[in-house]
């Protein structure tokens, strides 16, 4: 059973950043991908970006390429996810996700593991 643990939401301006981070319970990362995604009051869950921890590979949503990485520590078994130049429209709570496998998955339902959200909030 992974244990996710979300942190580093807070109030922040149009334009200005934050780095969350994912701190997972399990040992045996190089078994998963993880992952980002945000929900908005009334909206679905969506998927924000995605990370294998062996290989090093990751995947974006069109929305925040450019503007947002996805990065990891192996050592502290920890994922972060810096976003420069926030919208307001990017005020959400923000979930970690893990999920066996190499697959960058978008589907939200197809992770079975999640923290338990942080919220972000982006003022104009």
């Known amino acids: 059973q992974v244990q996710l643990v979300d942190s580093g939401g807070g109030l922040v301006q149009a334009g200005g950043s934050l780095k969350l981070a994912c701190a997972a319970s399990e040992g045996t990362f190089s078994m998963y991908v993880m992952g980002w995604f945000r929900q908005a009051p009334g909206k679905e869950r969506e998927f924000v970006a995605a990370s294998t921890w062996s290989g090093g590979r990751t995947r974006y949503a069109d929305s925040v390429k450019g503007r947002f990485t996805i990065s990891r520590d192996n050592a502290k078994n920890t994922v972060y996810l810096q976003m420069n130049s926030l919208k307001p429209e990017e005020t959400a709570v923000y979930y970690c996700?893990?999920?066996?496998?190499?697959?960058?998955?978008?589907?939200?339902?197809?992770?079975?593991?999640w923290g338990q959200g942080t919220q972000v909030t982006v003022s104009s």
């Open positions: 996700a893990a999920e066996l496998g190499e697959d960058l998955i978008s589907t939200p339902v197809q992770w079975k593991y």
